[in-house]
């Protein structure tokens, strides 16, 4: 199941976000404070968080920092009707967002923005599942050249093949 969590002071906002993603297989939490909203990210997993970037009580790069501590796999999108330079380049420096959306959007443009965000997390999770998967092959072809290792040094000749001066190989005691 897909988690998506949207940040807004502004109720009317996150209703309008919600008709956006209303057909979408995802289940969608809204907060208005952003307090709440990172109590929420100690609970439940997210594999994309939208926050505003202003709102009284704490600012979306701020929030997005901390979400980002708190579940850095998220991807993370901000929205704004105000997107100065200097914002945008400390969101994406610090908070490592993902895509800028802005005030008023484009419904097909948010859906898209949020349907390729939902297909980076998947790709991630499924990469870093991968990368697991290699590392405990690794390691079981290490224990394994180990425990090789151990037996050729306890029996030397085990790999041996003895054979006789017209080089048929040699079984057992044979020689």
Avoid at 16 to 37: C, F, G, M, S
Avoid at 87 to 96: C, D, E, V
């Amino acid at each position: 199941m897909i988690n998506i969590q949207l940040v807004d002071d502004d109720p009317a906002i996150l209703a309008a976000l919600k008709r956006v993603v209303h057909d979408e297989d995802w289940t969608v939490d809204t907060y208005t404070d952003p307090q709440e909203a990172l109590g929420a990210l100690s609970i439940k997993s997210y594999a994309v968080i939208v926050s505003d970037l202003h709102m009284p009580q704490l600012d979306g790069i701020t929030y997005l920092q901390f979400s980002k501590q708190l579940q850095p796999h998220a991807i993370r999108l901000l929205l704004s009707a105000h997107g100065d330079r200097d914002s945008l380049t400390k969101a994406i420096n610090q908070a490592g967002i993902y895509r800028f959306v802005s005030k008023p959007w484009d419904s097909y443009e948010l859906l898209s923005a949020l349907r390729t965000s939902v297909e980076l997390y998947q790709l991630q999770s499924e990469r870093r599942l991968l990368l697991d998967e290699l590392q405990q092959q690794k390691n079981i072809i290490a224990q394994h050249q180990n425990e090789w290792q151990q037996l050729h040094k306890k029996h030397p000749t085990l790999l041996e093949v003895l054979r006789d001066d017209d080089g048929n190989i040699l079984l057992g005691e044979e020689k």
